[in-house]
């Protein structure tokens, strides 16, 4: 079966309402092909927050769903209909905007869990087939992979963390591995962060107060197990006047406490253990032990000269195949052009590839070249400092 859009196969009475109350999650949702289109998910019986419940959906299906927050306490914080009448705060009318949408929530706060396939095994074999310098993080979770698929319950994972130098690959994997998965994904570039407010929000009445990044994923995302991938964990920002960055994550890496945490935005709990974690670090010197102590850290090590020879051969496969049937299914790389790549670093790779790919189209031809390969590395990263277009 083709795999859709997560929208394309929600009842409409399931559709998202967070979708324009949050509208600033950077997500990508993989879509589940295991529900057939209009096939809707009802809510169950009331349940305290982190309940996980075997239910069936409209068509009988059981399905896993965990409560991720309660709508009582949502309505009660909103603070009754004239709410916007008597509070005329623009930071209040927009923490009010998600109040609403919470308490209306036509899931009653239930989101679907993830639970493993054989395609989604397959998937990530597939990965992990493609990428020997990840052997290791694929191995934990194809295990997990198959543990929830023969027990037929949702997907448990440690949290991650991937440590290796620049360009290794590590991000990319992180976003394969929610692909695979069909879950949700969203980066945080934790560089280009300050203060605890990332993840656990800010009150309204700071200066600018908003919804954590768990919150986000969370209600926007439409699944209990949204991954979110903490960008070079060992580059955060010292102590800010909201608080350290990664002091969250004391809480949020914790099973017990993440399964009622509050987002200060909305002073609400929700139930954040099931959300899937994989952080990224170049050295793990500067990363607080206590968080540390709370992942499973994975050595990721650049590929070997034979590792990248399988990495690139991945590469220029996935890339021929958005050519449609031009090129053919398992397509033979030349020595030279294998050559010529391996002296490119592996974060350049991939766009020297794509482009190489392109001229060897343009050229009528069904194969790609050394040529094609030096022609790409001149443009994209060999006269980068004297290469000029445009106007002068």
């Known amino acids: 079966m083709a795999r859709k859009s997560h929208a394309a196969f929600m009842a409409d009475d399931e559709r998202n309402p967070f979708a324009d109350e949050i509208s600033e999650i950077g997500e990508t949702d993989a879509g589940d092909p295991d529900i057939e289109q209009g096939g809707g998910l009802k809510p169950p019986p009331d349940h305290p927050i982190g309940t996980e419940i075997l239910h069936a959906d409209e068509t009988g299906r059981p399905r896993w769903l965990k409560r991720i927050f309660d709508p009582a306490p949502a309505a009660r914080e909103l603070g009754g209909e004239d709410f916007d009448e008597r509070f005329g705060d623009d930071k209040l009318r927009a923490r009010n905007k998600a109040l609403k949408a919470m308490t209306n929530d036509p899931m009653q706060g239930w989101r679907p869990m993830i639970v493993a396939t054989d395609a989604m095994i397959a998937d990530l074999e597939a990965l992990s087939d493609g990428a020997p310098n990840f052997r290791a993080l694929f191995d934990i979770v194809i295990s997990a992979a198959r543990a929830s698929l023969l027990a037929a319950v949702p997907l448990r994972l440690p949290p991650l963390l991937l ?230």
């Open 163 to 392: 440590v290796g130098p620049p360009g290794a690959g590590k991000s990319r994997a992180a976003y394969a591995i929610a692909s695979a998965l069909q879950s949700t994904i969203q980066k945080v570039p934790v560089t280009m962060q300050t203060g605890a407010g990332v993840f656990a929000g800010l009150d309204w009445t700071w200066r600018s107060p908003s919804m954590g990044v768990v919150a986000r994923a969370l209600l926007a995302s439409m699944t209990a197990n949204p991954l979110l991938v903490l960008d070079e964990i060992d580059k955060s920002c010292p102590r800010s006047e909201y608080g350290q960055l990664l002091d969250p994550l004391h809480d949020l890496l914790e099973v017990d406490t993440a399964s009622q945490f509050q987002d200060e935005y909305l002073k609400l709990p929700l139930a954040a253990d099931g959300v899937l974690w994989i952080a990224t670090a170049n050295d793990v010197a500067t990363i607080p032990v206590p968080i540390l102590d709370r992942m499973l850290v994975l050595v990721v090590a650049q590929p070997t000269p034979s590792e990248m020879g399988v990495i690139l051969r991945a590469m220029i496969q996935a890339a021929t195949k958005r050519w449609g049937d031009w090129f053919p299914a398992e397509i033979d790389v030349d020595p030279g052009t294998l050559a010529a790549l391996r002296s490119i670093h592996p974060r350049a790779a991939r766009r020297v590839i794509d482009l190489a790919v392109g001229f060897a189209v343009a050229a009528g031809r069904r194969m790609i070249l050394a040529d094609d390969v030096e022609r790409a590395r001149m443009i994209t990263i060999g006269q980068r400092t004297t290469r000029k277009i445009g106007f002068l």
